[in-house]
């Protein structure tokens, strides 16, 4: 409306941030899948960041859902930075320290940077961030495309997304950050009927539950 009434008819934007997302797990079926096998359970986490994603204005494509195989991860990651579309990439799941937790592993076949991995705060602890080379990408003069590896507990997913990856998106997408937003509890006392967020701390780590705010 501003640039139409001053008679401005064309503007530069920037073009949709591309971000890849899949999820990582050998017990995942599609959330469309019609049979439910017991040891079996949806995948949750994918449907929810790429809905998440159209939501805040980004391009999301999904690339499924990899069994707990290193190599089938690093066969998929390899096809998708070879077409050059993804400016970014979420997977979800196995970056915790379990056997099957193959994720670092995977990223460091495929010549990459850890730039961290876990932060002191519960859920999101084994967040893991990375940048993977590819010179085949067509993204202008950028060397790396970032990976956001975030833990598959659903829950940590949500966290990580929302304090950690959209951040990090806004930044790639030159937007600025978002305000937060303050709220005051009534009380910290975990046993206070008028509160039932809990705030607990361990000597490493400040750990958050689940609870409403009154
Ligand atoms: N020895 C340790 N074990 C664990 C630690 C630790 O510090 N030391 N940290 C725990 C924490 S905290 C988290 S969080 C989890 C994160 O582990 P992963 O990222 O490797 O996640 P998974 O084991 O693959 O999955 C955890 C949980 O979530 C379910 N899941 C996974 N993906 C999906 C999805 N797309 N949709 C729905 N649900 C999903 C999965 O089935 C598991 O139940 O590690 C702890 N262990
Ligand atoms: O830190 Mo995990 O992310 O407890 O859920």
């Not at 990408?137 to 507990?153: A, I, T």
Request: aromatic share 8%; with cysteine.
């Amino acid at each position: 409306m501003a640039s139409a009434s001053l008679g401005i008819s064309t503007i530069s934007v920037y073009r949709r941030l591309r971000v890849a997302v899949l999820s990582t797990g050998s017990e995942l079926l599609s959330y469309k899948a019609s049979r439910d096998e017991s040891g079996h359970i949806r995948d949750s986490n994918g449907p929810y960041l790429r809905a998440a994603l159209r939501q805040l204005g980004f391009d999301a494509t999904t690339l499924g859902i990899v069994e707990d195989d290193h190599r089938e991860f690093e066969e998929i990651i390899r096809k998708a930075l070879a077409t050059g579309r993804h400016y970014a990439f979420i997977t979800t799941g196995a970056v915790s320290v379990g056997k099957l937790d193959f994720v670092e592993e995977g990223l460091l076949n495929l010549d990459a940077t850890i730039r961290f991995h876990r932060v002191a705060v519960r859920p999101k602890y084994p967040v893991l961030f990375a940048l993977v080379p590819s010179d085949e990408r067509k993204l202008g003069s950028e060397q790396h495309v970032p990976f956001l590896c975030l833990p598959g507990n659903p829950m940590a997913t949500v966290v990580c997304f929302h304090f950690l990856t959209i951040s990090y998106l806004r930044f790639l997408h030159d937007q600025r950050e978002e305000a937060p937003i303050h709220a005051q509890l009534n009380s910290t006392d975990p046993a206070s009927p008028s509160t039932s967020i809990i705030f607990r701390k361990t000597d490493h780590l400040r750990v958050f539950w689940h609870g409403t705010l009154n």
